[in-house]
C-alpha cells in the first residue's frame, strides 16, 4: 500500500513536483491528502487504482491540467471540481465485465454546471442518467476534442444533437 509517509515525504521535500503518476499503484479508497499540498501539480494519474471518492480538497489543485480516475471505482465528482478552470483532460470511468447488464463502462456524474471547466479537451466517461440539464452543459465545453457519455437516455438524444452541434473540434464521440 502506497504509504502516506512517502507521500509527506514527497509533497515536502519536492515542493515545485508537476507531475504525480501513481497509475496502478495500491492506494487507499479515498485520495492521499497529501496529495493536496502539492499545488504546483499539473498531472496526476491514479489509473487503475483502488479509489473509489475524490474529496473536496481536490480544489486545491488549482494548475491541474491533467487528471486520470481510469479504472478506478469513483462515480461522482464533487462541486469543487469545477474550480480546477486549467483542467484539459478528465477521465472517470470503470470498465465493467461482460457478465454485468452494464458492459462496457460505467461513468461518473458530473456537477450540474460541469460546463464551466471552459478548457477541457476530453471527458470521458460522463454518466447522462440524470437527464437533459448535463446534457446541455456538455455544449458549452467547446474546445472538447473526445467525449464519452454513459446512460444517455433517449430523451435527452435531441438535447445531445443540439450540444454536439456547439463542439467544432470534436474528434471522438463515445455514446453508450
Known amino acids: 500500500l502506497l504509504s502516506k ?22 492506494t487507499q479508497e479515498e485520495i492521499p491528502n497529501e496529495i493536496f499540498k502539492m499545488f504546483h ?20 489543485l488549482q ?3 491533467y ?35 452494464d458492459y462496457g463502462y460505467h461513468g461518473f456524474k458530473a456537477p450540474s454546471n460541469m460546463g464551466g471547466l471552459l478548457a477541457l479537451e476530453v471527458l470521458s466517461c460522463m454518466d447522462a442518467s ?12 467547446t474546445q472538447l476534442r473526445e467525449l464519452g457519455i454513459t446512460k444517455l437516455r433517449r430523451e435527452d438524444g435531441k ?7 456547439n463542439l467544432t473540434s470534436l474528434q471522438r464521440l463515445s455514446i453508450a
Open 5 to 26: 509517509t512517502l507521500l509527506s515525504e514527497i509533497s515536502r521535500s519536492s515542493k515545485l513536483l508537476k507531475v504525480l503518476d501513481l497509475r496502478g499503484q495500491e
Open 67 to 101: 487528471l486520470n480516475l481510469g479504472n478506478t471505482g469513483v462515480r461522482e465528482l464533487p462541486m469543487e471540481i469545477l474550480k480546477l478552470q486549467k483542467l484539459r483532460v478528465l477521465r472517470v470511468y470503470e470498465q465493467v465485465d461482460s457478465s454485468d447488464d
Open 130 to 141: 440524470s437527464g437533459s440539464t448535463i446534457v446541455k452543459e456538455i455544449g458549452k465545453l
Open 159 to 165: 438535447e445531445l444533437c443540439s450540444s454536439l452541434a
Open 41 to 60: 501539480l499539473k498531472h496526476l494519474d491514479l489509473y487503475g487504482t483502488r479509489v473509489e471518492r475524490v474529496p473536496k480538497a481536490i480544489g486545491k
Open 63 to 65: 494548475h491541474l491540467e
